[in-house]
């Protein structure tokens, strides 16, 4: 298994920007799709965004589609998630997670199973 560490987060007014780093160990890291998460207080935690082993394909929710977006460095062992446009509902703990590439999986959500600790993101109005 691949081990993530997520860093980043932070408070932040409404209408700013934050970038979420998740940092890979391993060798293998190019081998996964990777994935952003998060997770508010009292609420179920939901898909963010996703991006393939290759960085060739990219998904979002549509709750953060055209503010957020996701990126990947393979040689740095690190996925991103810039965040621009942030609203007080954006508000959660915010999760990198991985799974095998190249594989099929029933939706773009599906077949994360190893997971960061969260890093806090706070939206102030």
Excluded: H
Aim: proline share 2%; aromatic share 14%.
């Amino acid at each position: 298994q691949v081990q993530l560490v997520e860093s980043g987060g932070g408070l932040v007014q409404a209408g700013g920007s934050l970038r979420l780093s998740c940092a890979a160990s391993g060798r293998t890291f190019r081998s996964y799709d990777m994935g952003w998460f998060r997770q508010a207080p009292a609420k179920e935690r939901e898909f963010v965004a996703a991006i393939s082993w290759s960085g060739g394909m990219t998904y979002y929710a549509d709750s953060v589609k055209g503010r957020f977006t996701i990126s990947r460095d393979n040689a740095k062992n690190t996925v991103y998630l810039q965040m621009n446009s942030l609203k007080p509902e954006d508000t959660a703990v915010y999760y990198c997670a991985a799974r095998v590439g190249g594989v099929y999986y029933r939706d773009y959500a599906a077949g994360f199973g190893s997971w960061g600790q969260g890093t806090q993101v706070t939206v102030s109005s």
